[in-house]
Structures are given as structure tokens and as C-alpha cells.
């Protein structure tokens, strides 16, 4: 874009919400300047690595799957989930109704516009396990975008490299905001360093190396730099009590330039913070073998089968199983002095069950080619990406008898002293409870109920049998690690996404949106998260910022 001419908007971040929100600006004939630190193979920030996954109500792929939906249930499942509780909570509580009311109506039909496809079978995720108030969803919601992360990103690259092309956009590679500037109480603008060039790969470290500086102008700045997860020490420093002690040891599920840093940033010049002892890890992190970014960590996207045992062998309680409540599980592993845990199970589960998270680690799906997905997802054998963390992976043990599985565990973690007769007793007292159809093993009984939904029984949930049936065999013990991944908190905003000040009124020239601003408000997730809400939370506040920077209305406001 020829810089003799006036920005109407920067953007900072070229992240999936900084691209809705310059895709909003460029619809509307405003001119806009993206400022992104990282090398331009970077674009599309986290969601490009996203395994596509978005939180629907009612839609048509759940209807065709059987699955009965409707606002009022998922309102009861997110805000039982979310527990807010505070005082700052006003505005993450309108965010979220408002987010729901999108995710039950325009959002599909929004998304199809632009060319967004979706799986047809509907995974079930944060299944909960508790009462109807509690948390998790009541039915399966998770949906697959065809083409995972990547394909959710390209619509809004196109757009904005259209705008490029138009005259109407400009990208800002290797630019990073040191400040916000602030003339009589109004953002105006941003000034920082500009960065040497890099050719560091998508994800991969790139260099600090300053060759200069820059500054650039505009009535409105829209902050949409993500969260913390790649920033160890700050995820440590906001670590919530409630939690126990912060975890020593953590796999990164975000390259390190998630650090943060532009909250900090934002505060200074005036932005309220809140929230941000709200953050959403996982605990089945397995270090990746071939990995882009430090601590690179990859996570399993289980089904319900898998013996959790925490890292002396004793198993979780209910409702703790493989996929029913991330952070409950979290808080109990942490309870017990230790940092990891391990699933135990068999390769018929493992071929049925494991997925991993991570458009690179779905290549079919990724690759939207359906003779793949029907080798890798029906075929014989597990999918090709979990067979190679079998085979390379240093948190994988395999073995053919349970003493040989047992004897593997401990030396693998020589540190702890694993109960190893207690393992078995659990392993042989789980099998006999499968001898009928009766059970008073509550996982068993989960396991039989999620093959009630034909989506699971088809591609997720293994047939019920025994750990130790020969026939089942392999036996694979897989060692869990912490997981960083998402800031549930930020910059608090209201429904136009503009940020607010600590006396709660609009700071004149700010928004902000996506992780930074807790994907809407400060934190529309609460406490807890129902899954596929991070990318619908970038879309749909970075939409909302877009159009508000641009004079539009924003719905539901």
C-alpha cells in the first residue's frame, strides 16, 4: 500500500483473529496495516496448526448424525462450565451468550460463505461426566473443518492479500510493537523495532535481531497478539492456587513467540487486564519426535477406553477419563506431587482411538483427500502419524505381556516408585468387570454408552474388551506430560470489542481481540472450556472488532 496515504487501521498479529478483523476493515473499504514480529511463513499464527475443530448448536452435520442440539442446552453446558464468579465477569458473561447465539445461528452459514466445509461425524469432546449443571457438553459438538486449521485461515489470508493487491492493505513482517501510542488518552498509533529478516520455517524460532525501527498511525488499533502458552515463566507466575503448584517441567503446545508480551504492552497504555489465572493446558502431552518450536509438544485427542493411572499406578477417579474433563484431571494429577501420568491400553484401542491434535498430524484430513482418510481412519492399523510416535516416540512403551509393559513404565521413570502390583490388580479387576453386559466400573459403562452415538462407534470408541486379551495385543503404555496451550483470560472489551480501562469505560482508539482479549470480554470461556471455542472465539471476536473499527454494526451487541 502506498504509504502517502492514511490508515483508517493496524492490526497487531497476524493471527486467524487479526485476519477476520483486516478482512472486516478491507470489506468495508478501510485501509489497514497488518504488523506481525514473526517471518511471513508464520501467517495464520496458531490456527494454521489447529486440527480445524469449531463448536456448533444444532447443525445440520449433527442432525444427520442423530444428535439432538439446541441453544438453550448448549447455554446450560457452557455457563455450567464456565462457573463465572466474579465481579469482572459482566462482560465475559454477555460475550458468551453472544458467542452462543453466533455458534447457533449465522456462524455455519457464515463460514460456508467463504468456502468452510466440515467433517461429517461429529466428535464428542469435554464430555464432563458430572451432573446436567455441571460442566461439559451433553452431546457431541466438536466439528471437524474439512481441511483442518489450515482451511478455517485461508478464506481471511485470501482476503487480506486481496486487499493487498486492491491497495486497500499492507503486511508488516518482522515488526514488533514495543509500545502503543498514546496522545491525550487515545491510542494513535504504535511504534517498536523492526526485526532482521529470517527464514525460519512456520513455528520455528526466529531471530531478534534489530535493524531499525518503525512507527506507524491510525485512528484505531486492533491488538490481537495471542496468549502466554509459549511463555513458561509467565504461565508460572499466573499459575491459579486452585491448581496446586505450578508444574516444573511443561511441553509447549504453541511456538515460543506466544509470550505474551503485547499484554504487558496493552496494559501500560492503559488496558484492563483480567483473568489471567484462567488457562486452559491439557494432559496428554507427548514430546514430539520431530519437533519445529522448543518443548514442542503434541497432544492426544483420546477416546474413552485408555486406563489412566496417575505416575504411582493408581488409577484416576471418576469422572476423570480420557476425554471427559481436562482440567479436573489436571488439578488431580497435580494433587498428587507429581507432574505426569499414563494411559494403558491395547493396539485395538489405540487404532480406533488415538488422534492427535495438529493439522500436521492429519494429513488426510489436512489434505482433504478422502481415499487417505478412509485408508488411515477405517483401515488396518492405526493412522500413519500415531504408528510413528509409536515406533519413535520417547513417551511410548509397547510390549506383549504386562510384566514386560510394567517393567518398561518404571524405567522410564526411575524417579517414582510405581505401585507395580497395584497396576495389575487394577488392570485384571478392570478385565473381569467385562465378562457381561453388567458393570459397576464407570468407565466401562461410559465406554458402552458413548457407542450408543453412532459417530463414536463408527471412527472413535473401541469395542469393549480386556487389557489383557491376547488378541488384542500389543499392550502400549504412553507416558502423559503437561501441555501449554490456551489463555482463557485478557483484555477486557465489550461487545464492539474496543478495550476497557480500569474505570470500565472504552480506551478511544484500542480493540482488541482473540486470545489476547480471553477470546472476547477478558474471558467468555470462565473458568473452563467446551472445546472448539478457541477458533470460533478468534473468528467471532475478530469479526466483531473488524466491524465495529469499521463503523458496521456488531450483532448481538
Known sequence: ????????????????????????????????????????????????????????????????????????????????????????????????????????????????????????????????????????????????????????????????????????????????????????????????????????????????????????????????????????????????????????????????????????????????????????????????????????????LPGPSSVWLDATGHRLPTPLFPGFDTLGTLEHILSTGYEHSWFVLTQAIIEKEFALSGSEQNPDLTGKSVRELLKQRLGTGAAAPVEAFKKHGADFIVADTLDELLTGMQNLTPEVAIDLPHVRREIEARDRELTNQFSKDSQINAIRQARHYRGDKLIRVAKPHRILDPKAGPLIAVKLNILTRKSLGGIQTDLSARALGADGTPISGLWAAGEASGFGGGGMHGYRALEGTFLGGCLFSGRAAGRSVAGRSVANE
Open 1 to 300: 500500500m502506498p504509504q502517502s496515504r492514511e490508515l483508517d487501521a493496524i492490526v497487531v498479529g497476524a493471527g486467524l483473529s487479526g485476519l477476520v478483523a483486516a478482512a472486516e476493515l478491507i470489506d468495508a473499504g478501510k485501509r489497514v496495516a497488518i504488523v506481525e514480529q514473526e517471518p511471513e511463513a508464520s501467517l495464520g499464527g496458531q490456527a494454521w496448526w489447529s486440527f480445524g475443530g469449531l463448536f456448533l448448536i444444532d447443525s445440520p452435520e449433527q442432525r444427520r448424525m442423530g444428535i439432538k442440539d439446541s441453544l438453550e442446552l448448549a447455554r446450560q453446558d457452557w455457563f455450567g462450565t464456565a462457573g463465572f464468579d466474579r465481579a469482572e465477569d459482566e462482560w465475559p458473561r454477555r460475550w458468551a451468550e453472544a458467542y452462543l447465539q453466533f455458534a447457533a445461528g449465522e456462524k455455519r452459514e457464515w463460514l460456508r460463505e467463504r468456502g468452510v466445509g466440515f467433517f461429517p461425524v461429529v466428535g464428542w469432546a469435554e464430555r464432563g461426566g458430572y451432573t446436567a449443571l455441571g460442566h461439559g457438553n451433553s452431546v457431541p459438538r466438536f466439528h471437524v473443518t474439512w481441511g483442518t486449521g489450515p482451511a478455517v485461515v485461508e478464506p481471511f489470508v485470501a482476503a487480506v492479500r486481496q486487499g493487498v493487491a486492491d491497495g486497500l492493505a499492507s503486511f508488516h513482517f518482522r515488526r514488533r510493537v514495543d509500545d502503543l501510542i498514546v496522545e491525550n488518552g487515545a491510542v494513535v498509533g504504535v511504534r517498536g523495532a523492526t526485526l532482521a529478516a529470517d527464514n525460519a520455517q512456520r513455528g520455528a524460532e526466529s531471530n531478534r535481531n534489530i535493524i531499525g525501527d518503525f512507527e506507524l498511525r491510525a485512528p484505531a488499533t486492533i491488538v490481537t497478539s495471542g496468549g502466554i502458552g509459549g511463555n513458561h515463566e509467565l504461565v508460572r507466575a499466573q499459575w491459579p492456587k486452585r491448581m496446586g503448584a505450578a508444574p516444573k517441567n511443561l511441553l509447549s503446545g504453541v511456538p515460543a513467540h506466544v509470550d505474551g508480551r503485547m499484554l504487558g504492552i496493552t496494559e501500560q497504555a492503559g488496558a484492563r487486564l483480567i483473568n489471567g489465572d484462567r488457562m486452559w493446558h491439557y494432559v496428554e502431552g507427548i514430546q514430539n519426535w520431530d519437533p519445529v518450536w522448543p518443548k514442542h509438544g503434541i497432544r492426544i
